[in-house]
């Protein structure tokens, strides 16, 4: 009978011990505060890379548990945040610490967030919702949008927020003061990523095409009236920008046959200069790259 008695006690103890550490929270490696970064979320490994942006050798893997497709900075720099189409909740890691700072939960189906200096504007593809909420995760207003809300950019210039969205060709144009859509546009089909280009007023956007069509151009849209004023030649689905002092790079995500290649465009759509480069991406689509840098 006590045999019976301890060997009992000792599962009980063992299913205690199992639980804890089923709840602590993962502890992955620091990265260090004093070093320029550059974060990769591999989606296919469900992992997040650290790489040195001036030796180009990765620091450390964080191996995550949840289908993270995107990483996010928060203004203090040193807090990453991390979400998920499929993943019913977000979670902050401190970089230099490499702890667990605290998690919310959300609707399944966030594609992008947006941070300002005081708010975080979160996308949510599938209940069709921009969500305006705190750094603690309480949501202060929900602006309604039209279908499949994708990425989101800010245009302070005109002050707007500018949606991306993925199904129907559309973009929606969102008035900051009002938290309203105040314009709808035309685009191109399967659009996912977009850049706002203030010195010459206009809106870079680009995606992968429907159907048959493989879109190879990126469009080019007024910021003043959404109308479109270019369609610029590119690879093989054009899917994220990057903008210097004196040039828009486009990446684009190549096919089967072709690499991922980037082309670098002046400033001005319409003088239509540009220089191609190939690069070596090829599962550019299972990245989301962003820059941590703690300099």
């Avoid at 548990?65 to 499929?86: E, H, R, S, W, Y």
Wanted: charged residues 25%; hydrophobic residues 40%; proline residues 3%.
């Amino acid at each position: 009978m006590e045999d019976a008695y301890d060997a009992s006690s000792f599962l009980f103890l063992l299913i205690i011990v199992v639980l804890l550490a089923s709840c602590t929270p993962e502890t992955y490696t620091p990265i260090p505060r004093n070093k320029s970064v550059v974060g990769v979320v591999n989606i296919k490994e469900q992992s997040l890379s650290f790489v040195d942006y001036n030796t180009k050798k990765t620091m450390a893997t964080w191996k995550m548990k949840n289908p993270v497709t995107k990483a996010i900075l928060l203004p203090d720099g040193d807090t990453v945040m991390l979400f998920g189409q499929d993943m019913d909740e977000m979670m902050m890691y401190t970089l230099s610490t490499g702890k667990e700072k605290k998690r919310w939960r959300v609707n399944k189906g966030v594609t992008d967030v947006l941070v300002t200096k005081h708010e975080l504007l979160v996308v949510n593809e599938k209940d069709g919702t921009v969500s305006v909420m705190t750094f603690d995760g309480k949501v202060k207003e929900t602006i309604a949008t039209p279908p499949s809300p994708f990425s989101i950019v800010a245009d302070d210039k005109h002050r707007q927020w500018i949606v991306i969205h993925f199904k129907d060709g559309a973009i929606s144009f969102i008035d900051q003061a009002t938290k309203r859509v105040k314009r709808t546009v035309d685009t191109l089909d399967f659009a996912v990523s977009g850049l706002v280009v203030a010195e010459t007023d206009e809106l870079w956007v680009g995606g992968h095409g429907s159907g048959a069509y493989i879109q190879q151009e990126a469009y080019v849209h007024s910021l003043v009236d959404g109308r479109l004023l270019a369609r610029v030649k590119a690879e093989t689905m054009p899917i994220q920008f990057s903008q210097t002092s004196e040039a828009v790079y486009v990446l684009c995500h190549g096919s089967k046959s072709s690499n991922c290649t980037a082309a670098r465009f002046v400033l001005k759509a319409n003088e239509g200069k540009e220089r191609q480069y190939t690069c070596n991406c090829r599962y550019t689509m299972r990245y989301s790259t962003t820059d941590l840098s703690h300099d």
